[in-house]
C-alpha cells in the first residue's frame, strides 16, 4: 500500500479512530452514516479518514455537497468507485469506458426513457401490480425487503425486454442476476477477479447472459414485430462514428441499468410501507389523495399518477431519511481547494446522502418524517438545490429519477387503494452489509385487505 499524503499542507482535519493497515474502513463498513456524521459534528464540512491504500475526503453540507457535483470528468473520476461492478457490465462499458464513450453508452438511455416510453412503461408497472398484488390473500404476513426486490425485478424485466419476457424469462434472468449480484461484495470492491466461487459463477452467469439477449436480439433482427423496451432502444442505437453496439455492449448497458434501478427502487418500496405504517396518519391522507383524483374508478392511467403530489412528497421523504445509496465516491484528478482546506491529487472524495441529508440547516428537524417538508409552499428542496442528494446531483445526476418516481408511485397507489399495514417488529433498523442498503430482514409487514374502493 502507497503511503497516504498526511503531510500535504492545509489538509482537510483527520478523524481520530482507525485501526492499522485498514484505517477508518471498518468503521465505514459497519456504521458509515454514524461515522460521517462523527466527523462533521467534529470538524464540520470537510475532514480525512484513511482508507486501504487512499486518504478518504468527507463532504457534506449545502457549499461542500455542491462542489462535489459540479466537478467536470477530467477534475474527478467515478472508474475506480465503480470498478467492482466492471466483472459485471463488462470491459469497456460504463464506467470502464473512456468518459466520451461512456457518455455516448448512457446517452442511449436517454432515448429508452423519454416521455413516451415512460408511458408505456407505466401501464407495465400498474398491470403488474395487479398481477402481483391480485395473488395476496386477505390478509398475511410478509417480509416487505423481499417483496419490494422480486416486484421491482418483475416490472424492470419488463421494462427492459418487454411484457411477453416477464412470464417467460423472469425465472432464468433472475436466476442469473442473483449470481451476477453474488459476485458483487467488499473483497470484490479491492479485488475484482479474485477466484473465488462466487466471482466465478458471477463470470459463468454473465457469460449466459450475453447468450440469452443474443437469442432475444437475433429474434428481433430477423422479424418486422415493434418493441417498446429498453433493449430495443439498445438495438437500434449506433455510437457518433455510426458503429453498432455489440451484443456483449448491449448485455453490459442492460445490466448496468438493471443494477442502478432495481435495488434502489426495491429497497425504496419496502422503506414507504415502514414509514406508511408508522405514520398512520400520512398513511390516511395519501389514500384520500387516491379517493380525490381517482373517485371509484379502479384502472389509473400514467396522467393520474401525475396529479399525486403527496405521494410523490412521500417517496422523497422517504428517499431523505433512507437513501439507498448511502455514499458516493471520485478519485481527484486535480487537487483543489475548499474552505481553506487542500484536497491532493489522488485522494478519493465522499458525499453522503444519508448523512447530508439530515443536517438541519437544510432540512429542519431532520430525523422527523414530514412528506408536507416537499409540498409547495415549503419545498424545502428548491431551496436548498443540493440538499436532496438521494439521485446524486449535477451531471452524473441519475437517469432514472422520473422513472423510479412513477414506478413507486404505481405501486403504492395500488396498496393505499387495497391494503391497510401493520408493523409486525419491535424495530426496523438500517442494514449496512450490502451496497444498495434498505431495512435489515426480516421487514415483516402484515397486510389487510379493505373494500376495493378508496371512496368506501
Ligand atoms: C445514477 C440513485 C433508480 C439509472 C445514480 C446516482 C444515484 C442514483 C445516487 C449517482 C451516482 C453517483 O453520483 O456516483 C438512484 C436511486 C434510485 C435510482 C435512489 C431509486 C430509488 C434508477 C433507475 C434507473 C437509474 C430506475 C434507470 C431506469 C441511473 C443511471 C445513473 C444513475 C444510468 C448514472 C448517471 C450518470 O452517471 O450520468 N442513481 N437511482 N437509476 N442512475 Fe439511479
Known amino acids: 500500500l502507497k503511503p497516504l499524503p498526511l503531510d500535504t499542507p492545509n489538509l482537510p482535519p483527520m478523524l481520530p479512530g482507525g485501526l492499522p493497515f485498514v484505517g477508518h474502513a471498518s468503521e465505514l463498513r459497519s456504521n458509515p452514516v454514524a461515522m460521517v456524521q462523527r466527523g462533521r459534528d467534529m470538524f464540520g464540512d470537510i475532514f480525512c479518514v484513511r482508507l486501504p491504500g487512499t ?272 455514499l458516493v465516491m471520485r478519485r481527484v484528478l486535480k487537487a483543489f481547494d475548499f474552505q481553506g482546506k487542500h484536497v491532493p491529487e489522488g485522494s478519493m472524495i465522499i458525499a453522503s446522502p444519508a448523512a447530508g441529508q439530515r443536517v438541519p440547516e437544510i432540512f429542519p428537524e431532520p430525523h422527523r418524517f414530514d412528506p408536507d417538508r416537499f409540498m409547495p409552499g415549503r419545498e424545502e428542496d428548491k431551496r436548498w438545490p443540493y440538499g436532496h442528494i438521494a439521485f446524486g446531483a449535477g451531471r452524473h445526476r441519475c437517469m432514472g429519477i422520473v422513472f423510479a418516481q412513477l414506478q413507486l408511485r404505481a405501486l403504492w397507489s395500488h396498496l393505499l387503494r387495497n391494503f391497510e399495514f401493520d408493523l409486525l417488529d419491535p424495530s426496523y433498523p438500517v442494514d449496512y452489509t450490502n451496497l444498495i442498503v434498505g431495512p435489515r430482514p426480516p421487514c415483516r409487514i402484515r397486510y389487510r385487505r379493505v373494500q376495493q374502493s378508496a371512496g368506501a
Not at 62 to 87: C, G, I, N
Not at 200 to 221: P, S, T, W
Not at 272 to 301: K, S, Y
Open 55 to 326: 486518504l478518504g475526503v468527507v463532504m457534506t453540507g449545502h457549499a461542500a455537497q455542491e462542489k462535489y457535483f459540479r466537478f467536470r470528468d477530467d477534475e474527478v473520476s467515478q472508474r475506480e468507485a465503480y470498478q467492482l461492478m466492471t466483472p459485471v457490465f463488462g470491459k469497456g462499458i460504463a464506467y470502464d469506458a473512456e468518459p466520451q464513450i461512456m457518455k455516448e453508452q448512457l446517452g442511449f438511455f436517454h432515448g429508452a426513457l423519454r416521455e413516451s416510453r415512460l408511458r408505456t412503461y407505466t401501464d407495465g408497472f400498474i398491470a403488474e401490480s395487479e398481477h402481483f398484488f391480485g395473488q395476496w390473500g386477505q390478509t398475511g404476513e410478509v417480509n416487505m425487503l423481499e417483496v419490494g426486490n422480486e416486484v421491482t425485478l418483475y416490472t424492470s424485466t419488463r421494462c427492459l425486454l418487454g411484457d411477453k419476457m416477464r412470464f417467460k424469462l423472469s425465472k432464468e434472468f433472475s436466476e442469473l442476476y442473483a449470481d451476477l449480484e453474488g459476485g458483487i461484495n467488499v473483497i470484490s470492491f479491492f479485488a475484482p477477479y479474485l477466484p473465488l466461487p462466487a466471482m466465478r459463477r458471477r463470470d459463468k452467469a454473465r457469460v449466459k447472459m450475453v447468450e440469452l439477449i443474443e437469442k432475444i436480439v437475433a429474434e428481433r433482427r430477423e422479424g418486422p414485430q415493434s418493441h417498446e423496451d429498453i433493449l430495443q432502444t439498445l438495438v437500434e442505437s449506433s455510437y457518433a462514428d455510426g458503429r453498432k453496439l455489440t451484443v456483449d455492449e448491449i448485455t453490459g448497458l442492460i445490466l448496468t441499468i438493471m443494477f442502478a434501478g432495481h435495488h434502489t427502487s426495491g429497497v425504496t418500496f419496502s422503506w414507504i410501507a415502514v414509514l406508511l405504517a408508522q405514520h398512520p396518519h400520512i398513511f390516511r391522507r395519501l389514500v384520500a389523495e387516491q379517493r380525490e383524483i381517482l373517485g371509484d374508478r379502479e384502472r389509473i392511467t400514467y396522467d393520474d399518477l401525475q396529479k399525486m403530489k403527496l405521494l410523490e412528497a412521500t417517496i422523497k421523504e422517504a428517499l431523505r431519511l433512507y437513501p439507498p445509496i448511502i
